[in-house]
């Protein structure tokens, strides 16, 4: 098993949960693990990324190789563009298709579309809607993961524990709103990617 | 007990330094290397064993407390990013010279690619400049490994020992395999040679042959270090060095494994034996290093080389940027792999001030009143603020080095320059601003310097500020006119009374400060979260 993940977005979306969660399941799955992740400066509204990278057998390299990616998984559908020339030539990308403007030059909503058709696997999804839907709508973030989580190569009930484990300290609440935010991610994904 | 956790590179170190015996941190935040030091305060046995892990004023003063607890007997870690390398070098080189009693490691995280950083200076030539031992780990589990090597090498021969991160180390989490046993802290006591720490003269020339013959020992140490290694290989048309992360590019690139010999470098000085052992066994040498040249250049020098040596100098790599698993594979001579096209579509999308920071009321404010004057400047420093270059503010003109706002301005107006403006965070001012103050209270420099105070140190994440509360009472202190140290709230409803301070201040002929304070929303919003929990 071999899973290289690049974890789009601007600085403040949240990415780094995503992350959090995804190493949780893939240690309780017993796999080796490597993230990258961006720290400091760029983090202040600014494009953000973190390299994640599962396998059954040892990493070398902290950073994924270009064409190597077998998702790009953005909180932000300019930011899921940034990476194409790491991703596989059979790989996905899960992207939220709200657009966060912050600077003046940001393409139009046309021009984002025509690049998104011309890939051969994407997953797309309104993220905050879903997450307003499923009554946890600061869970963008995670109906994100749910979205990419059939792709992910782990047990939907692995994310879940990851999930429990990285929101529990916040209150059964919380955990309840992040778990709902997952599941409605997970079956928007699957009615995409599934006939 | 053996136990397996998920760390970063910075957090494996700080943990290798605690199961190491650790009795003190000492560190000025910087990124890549804040989370070193922060790991080590937010662990229990840090509480437990009474560890020191207060944040210092600047990296020079956390270098010298550092070979106090040395000097005492204890093991300090001292923690910078690779510029603050330079603040702290006159306590690091004659460190040196000192030599450590309990054990000392110097952590340097560089930033090749200059992601959160101005340059990107290799540490590993202030190691070799000083003469010390230096480490360079290739994985998080090294990372952690090395810390207890580097305290045992720095104890064993009673030198500090430098160990060298780049970002991608520092900021990569991988799971690590603790040691079974952690160590007690030393007992304190005092050096036996208590004449190599007064260097004066008369010792210091004597100390000097010795570190110089204890360079050879340094250098058999590293020719029989665990963490170097000689792997041979069937395709003797190349040899390549590969020192720190670069490994692990190159691993990356032979999943099989490599077919040329490789002489691995994680410790230093560089064992010169075995690479005239790699170089004797192949046509050509190829070095992969992070950073600068350091070890190309050794190993190419002036005259022709017996054995050609590629890598940065010679182009097979580029001479800018960190190493990546794709500029390591062009260099390698291997095909490139299928991807898609870049978009070009894509926008630069850099950072920018939060929405509701302080800094853009005191920057909206300075810039209208700036604009005011034909020749005005405005001299900025490192922190947040320097984002007040970027639009919408475009309010500085210069940014070079922590405290320089305030000695360029000084420096520009002794040539004349007026208005001339320094802009400076709190945290900065007592790390390297208060020493240019006096400079320019003792010749009545005609300076307005503004301090923009967020109650902390933002860029980095919010750590302590060494100066929260006194801002004021250090001005006076220093000498600053006390009409002449001014507070406002930076909010849009006081606009106008900021730009009324400002101008006020920039009339007067003399060094004046206006405090803008109001606390960073970054730090504001944790505390409420924290509140709410």
Known sequence: ?195 | MKNRELLLGDEALALGALHAGLSGVYAYPGTPSTEITEFIQEHPLTAERGIHCTWSANEKTAMEAALGMSFAGRRALVCMKHVGMNVAADAFVNSAMTGAHGGLVVVAADDPSMHSSQNEQDSRFYGKFAMIPVFEPSSQQEAYDMARAAFDLSERYRIPVLMRLTTRMAHSRAAIVTAAEIRPQNEPGFPADARQWVLMPGNSRARYVRLIDDNARFEAAAAESPFNAYTDGTDRSTGIVVCGIANNYLAENYPDGCPHPVLKISQYPLPAALVRRLAAACERLLVLEEGQPLVEELLRGVLPAPVPVEGRLSGALPRTGELTPDNVRRALGLPPRKTHAPSDIVAARPPALCQGCGHRDMYAALREVVGEYDRAKVFSDIGCYTLGWLAPFHAIDTCVEMGASITMAKGAADAGVHPAVAVIGDSTFTHSGMTGLLDAVNERSNITVVISDNLTTGMTGGQDSAGTGRLEQICAGLGVDPAHIRTVVPLPKNREEMKRLLREEIAYDGVSVVIPRRECIQTAKRKTKIRQA
């Open chain 1, 1 to 195: 098993m071999k899973k290289d993940i690049i974890l789009s977005g601007v600085g403040g979306q949240g990415i780094l949960s995503i992350a959090t969660v995804i190493g949780h399941a893939a240690l309780a799955e017993g796999l080796h693990l490597k993230q990258a992740e961006v720290h400091g400066m760029s983090q202040r509204g600014g494009d953000v990324q973190s390299n994640l990278r599962l396998s059954s057998s040892p990493i070398a390299s902290d950073l994924i190789p270009q064409g190597g990616a077998d998702l790009i998984v953005s909180l932000e559908p300019m930011e899921a563009l940034r990476y194409l020339p790491w991703l596989s030539e059979t790989g996905w990308v899960i992207a939220n298709t709200v657009p966060l403007v912050n600077i003046p030059d940001y393409p139009d909503a046309a021009s984002l579309r025509r690049e998104f058709d011309r890939l051969p696997h994407t997953v797309t999804l309104d993220a905050e809607a879903i997450a307003r839907d499923s009554a946890s709508p600061r869970a963008a973030n995670i109906v994100l993961l749910g979205a990419a989580a059939p792709l992910l190569g782990l047990p939907a009930e692995r994310l879940e524990e990851g999930i429990r484990a990285i929101f529990g300290r916040k209150g059964e609440a919380v955990v309840e709103a992040n778990l709902a935010a997952f599941r409605a991610g997970c079956a928007h994904a699957r009615k995409t990617i599934l006939p």
